[in-house]
């Protein structure tokens, strides 16, 4: 691989090859060359958090060890849906996900882990099973590959600076000395491109709020386009390495999908794209063409059962109804930020040249075109609390069917805000935990086929939903601000 004096991954620059290509004999070479003393096997629980169980190798045999065979856990305390009479479970380590861990006291080798049952097949509940399935099926049916990344939103908690103060609201995108948290944003960006998650940038967004003594400043890091595991996959790593920075600086960070009555809560959008031979088959002169559609079609069609995974506490409902941009109304639109799906600009036509020109009147270089065409559809639906490894599975179950529906293209033109004069006639989101139990308990069927989500899976979303919904129902919560506080508090650490 030729050598790229900006690769931030250090075994790639160290292996000089792709992480695609790692071998455990590349990464025991590596444990060796850069005096690694530890190595951690880290997989994805059945709450969506990043596990890790630490070895200390005592030779080059029991490295190898290791990086091959992985280990035995007890998958009853990582899913409650296991069965604990037959609960041990095997960690087999993925070898292109390693990575140096900046934090440890010692310097450790990563790597992600799948899961697999007794008799070697893939665990079928497993988070990681359950993404790749839904890819693998999508693929299998109608030849794309969808590729998807996420903005992950989150709040800094600190004491209130007195130093040029925070402007509530007034965040996006602000610079310091008024934006708080640059330097911790800067850190968690850098950790996260030398673990080999591809970024496309960071920056304030706009919720700034002053709470007393103390001031909540949000911030959003936006992945870059990726295939759906490794998309997953991103996501938990970036949120573990948020919250790692965070506490290593005595900051409390939260995803929570509400912080209190004040201030809007932190949502995950996601964008997606098609892609086969590598092009974006949803691309069109300007905006969505009409494979693009149908993969809006199918969003707007399982959005309500989606909730199920990407709205999983009775604060999620909250933000839908009282954050300024968080969508409530099934329909989709360009550009427009009202909507569930959006269709953000991609450079179509002309345009780019002629800014680029005008931009750089004296001489300038070609214009460097993309490998991909940017062009993706937003899915504005999530919250912090996504579950998302489902969350992304159900997109994919969602895809497959919006592309294989015959009126497809019909749903997409009924659900558009194009020439709407309101939205009074779109159908509305789920406004509770119990309404979203009941939406995917209708529209399980589509998501178990192909033995994409385990039943036992869909199960344990839905009764979870209906018990949070027994304990706090959201007209109860909207009008009683003392269980709304315990509320937030409770998930205030959140996905």
């Not at 790597?111 to 008799?119: A, H, K, P, W």
């Not at 941009?325 to 179509?348: F, H």
């Not at 989500?453 to 009008?479: G, M, N, Q």
């Amino acid at each position: 691989m030729p050598h790229d004096a900006l690769e931030p991954h250090p075994l790639v620059r160290l292996l000089e090859k792709p992480r695609a290509e790692f071998t455990c004999s590349d990464l025991v070479e590596a444990v060796e060359r850069l005096g690694l003393r530890q190595v951690d096997l880290r997989y994805v629980g059945g709450d969506g958090r990043l596990k890790s169980i630490a070895f200390v190798p005592n030779s080059r045999r029991h490295l190898v060890e290791i990086l091959t065979r992985g280990e035995r856990v007890d998958g009853s305390s990582i899913f409650s849906d296991t069965d604990t009479e037959a609960s041990d479970v095997y960690l087999v380590p993925r070898h292109r996900t390693a990575f140096v861990n900046p934090f440890g006291e010692r310097p450790s080798l990563d790597v992600l882990c799948s899961l697999y049952d007794e008799d070697g097949a893939p665990l079928a509940h497993a988070r990681e099973q359950i993404v790749r399935r839904a890819a693998e099926t999508l693929t299998r049916e109608t030849g794309f590959v969808l590729e998807a990344f996420g903005e992950l939103e989150y709040y800094l908690v600190q004491a209130a600076d007195a130093i040029f103060p925070v402007e509530e609201e007034r965040g996006y995108q602000e610079s310091g000395p008024f934006s708080k948290g640059e330097r911790l944003r800067e850190e968690v960006l850098g950790h996260l491109s030398a673990m080999g998650v591809q970024l496309k940038y960071g920056h304030g967004e706009v919720g700034n709020v002053l709470d007393g003594e103390r001031q909540l400043v949000q911030h959003e890091i936006e992945l870059w386009p990726v295939p759906l595991e490794e998309a997953a996959d991103a996501l938990v790593l970036a949120k573990w390495v948020v919250r790692q920075v965070a506490y290593q600086h005595g900051v409390e960070v939260t995803f929570a999908p509400s912080i209190g009555e004040e201030g809007a809560g932190s949502g995950l959008h996601v964008h997606s794209r098609l892609v086969r031979d590598g092009s974006n088959a949803i691309a069109g002169d300007v905006g969505a063409n009409e494979t693009g559609r149908r993969l809006i079609a199918g969003y707007l069609t399982a959005a309500p059962a989606l909730t199920a995974f990407g709205n999983t506490v009775p604060t999620s409902y909250l933000r839908f109804v009282e954050g300024d941009e968080s969508p409530d109304d099934i329909c989709w639109g360009e550009t427009d930020r009202t909507g569930l799906v959006r269709v953000p600009l991609a450079w179509g036509g002309d345009v780019l040249p002629a800014m680029v020109a005008h931009a750089n009147p004296g001489p300038r270089d070609p214009i460097a075109e993309p490998d991909v065409d940017p062009q993706t559809v937003e899915l504005r639906l999530a919250d912090g609390s996504a579950e998302v490894h489902l969350l992304l599975a159900g997109m994919a179950v969602a895809a497959r069917e919006g592309l294989a529906d015959p009126g497809g293209l019909e749903v997409a033109e009924r659900l558009s805000t194009d020439g709407a004069d309101d939205h009074d006639d779109f159908e509305q989101l789920p406004s509770s935990c119990g309404e979203s139990a009941d939406a995917l308990e209708a529209e399980r069927a589509r998501f178990e086929a192909h033995d994409v989500f385990p039943a036992v899976v869909v199960d344990a979303t839905i009764s979870r939903l209906r018990r949070l919904h027994d304990e706090a129902p959201v007209k109860k919560l909207a009008k009683d601000d003392e269980l709304r506080a315990a509320l937030v508090r409770r998930d205030w650490h959140v996905g």
